[in-house]
């Protein structure tokens, strides 16, 4: 028992040795750490260095330019800058000009309220910039677009892709209004719009076309997607200032007459249609016409050269760029046929019908 006794008190002697030794070492660490820890915390990223107001702006280039459409979530949205540290997340809702696009779209699979709650947060953090908008619905929506249209003073680009369209969904004031693309995949009533006095550029497509009330003198540019014929007689002759154009005509019509269309601003022009459609061309004059895109098959199939040669020489237009696709005409014959236009491409590409980029 005593030599037990005595073997623990060796033990516990040897014990606090080794302790001291690794209190020691311990102290040694510890010692070494707190100038390095004190370092790094004395570290400040560049980032975090500069000024708010360029954080801002960084942020703004970060996301898609303005106005074209914007996520909601992913890399590429503003909420994803609010999910990296404190002081980015309250740089980021602070700063109107990210929130300032509304996506609606019922391919997101969250309910219509869901985003029409998304919609208001974001309008709210946008304060009072104009809006870009762009509602993608099959279905009902109406929350959601409620909620969009009580900020119609604030639109200034809206793209409405639409199963239905209520007649008075554009009836307010719009004053800030520049760019309207309406799609209307079912068959609506007139929509009489409000006042639109910056409104330039107007996209429609399938049953928006002559259903829609709109200021036609003022605008510049103007597209119509699966336009019939005789939907184009009432608009076109109102549009005085247009100065690019694009059509993708679905139906030539039932001989139904169209007067003569003067154009005398326009400058561009794209042409696209399902079936032969050169009769358009026949009553068009576009003397100050610079730009032209069209399909071969638009031309007719007797010979779209001499369609081409009519027009130009009624029209007393000179051509810089002339370009055919879904030709079967060898290029050298266009060439051959129109030697003052400097610019002539002949080639096969999907349908040209769009709007064109604004600057």
């Excluded at 005593?2 to 311990?26: F, G, H, N, P, Y």
């Excluded at 694009?246 to 022009?269: H, M, T, Y």
């Excluded at 032209?292 to 810089?320: M, Y």
């Amino acid at each position: 028992m005593l030599a037990s006794l005595e073997a623990d008190r060796r033990r516990i002697l040897v014990l606090e040795i080794e302790i001291l030794k690794l209190q020691q070492a311990l102290s040694a660490l510890q010692a070494e750490k707190d100038p390095v820890q004190s370092r790094l915390d004395g570290y400040k990223y560049p980032v975090l260095t500069l000024p708010n107001e360029i954080i801002s702006e960084i942020f703004i280039w970060f996301i898609p330019p303005y106005p074209d459409e914007l996520p909601p979530i992913g890399s590429s949205s503003p909420t994803s800058l609010t999910h990296i540290c404190r002081k980015w997340r309250e740089i980021a809702l602070a700063t109107p000009q990210l929130w300032r696009t509304i996506v609606i779209d019922d391919g997101l699979h969250w309910s219509w309220e869901v985003q029409a709650e998304i919609a208001e947060t974001w309008m709210s953090r946008s304060k009072s910039l104009p809006l870009s908008v762009h509602v993608t619905n099959f279905g009902d929506s109406s929350p959601t677009l409620c909620s969009l249209i009580s900020q119609t003073a604030r639109w200034e680009h809206i793209t409405l892709m639409l199963q239905d369209v209520d007649s008075q969904m554009l009836s307010n004031a719009m004053p800030l209004l520049r760019q309207l693309y309406l799609h209307a995949d079912g068959a609506i009533n007139i929509v009489v719009c409000g006042d639109m006095p910056l409104l330039r550029t107007v996209h429609l497509g399938l049953f928006a076309i002559g259903n829609v009330a709109l200021p036609w003198a003022q605008l510049t540019s103007l597209s119509l997607e699966y336009a019939y014929m005789d939907e184009l007689g009432p608009i076109l002759p109102q549009t005085p200032n247009l100065v690019y154009l694009s059509l993708e005509i679905d139906r030539n019509g039932d001989g139904v007459a169209i007067p003569e269309i003067r154009l005398l601003c326009l400058q561009s022009c794209d042409l696209d249609s399902r079936e032969p459609c050169p009769e358009f061309l026949n009553i068009l004059i576009a003397p100050a016409l610079r730009s032209l895109r069209l399909t071969e098959r638009f031309l007719g199939d007797d010979d779209p050269i001499n369609v081409l040669q009519a027009f130009i020489s009624k029209s007393k237009c000179k051509l810089d760029s002339l370009s055919i696709m879904s030709t079967l005409t060898p290029l050298e014959s266009y060439r051959k046929a129109f030697p003052s236009i400097p610019e002539i491409v002949c080639e096969f590409s999907r349908p040209i019908v769009g709007l064109p980029e604004d600057d």
